[in-house]
């Protein structure tokens, strides 16, 4: 009988782990949408392309142009964190693998 509770205890912790590595990921990954949603939109547009009364304004770039889909991720990171032109930046507000995470929603605007 005790080696039967430890087994089962064995296997309940291992799921456990497993569950909440899996909602990490998870909860990483859906960031993204939020974020841009709350910090992007009103210049990009939820499509990306920059067609907002403000980005119209400003002159603003097609995420999924060739220009900016052929940025690099790094250099993406940085126009981010530390701003271009008129855009803000907001390494103050967004940590590391957020803007990581930013990054990679922008690269999904070239598959739309």
Request: hydrophobic share 25%; glycine share 22%; with cysteine.
């Given at each position: 009988m005790k080696n039967r509770v430890i087994r089962v205890s064995t296997a309940t912790a291992t799921i456990l782990v497993a569950m909440s590595l899996t909602a990490g990921l998870a909860t990483a990954q859906g960031t993204a949408p939020a974020t841009f949603k709350s910090k992007c939109v009103a210049?990009?547009?939820?499509?990306?392309?920059?067609?907002?009364?403000?980005?119209?304004?400003?002159?603003?770039?097609?995420?999924?142009?060739t220009a900016t889909q052929k940025m690099t991720d790094a250099d993406l990171e940085q126009v981010i964190t530390k701003g271009k032109n008129q855009m803000p930046a907001y390494g103050d507000s967004l940590k590391a693998p957020e803007i990581k995470d930013l990054v990679q929603y922008v690269r999904a605007f070239a598959k739309k």
């Open positions: 210049c990009h547009g939820a499509d990306g392309k920059g067609q907002t009364p403000v980005g119209k304004s400003l002159g603003i770039h097609d995420l999924a142009s």
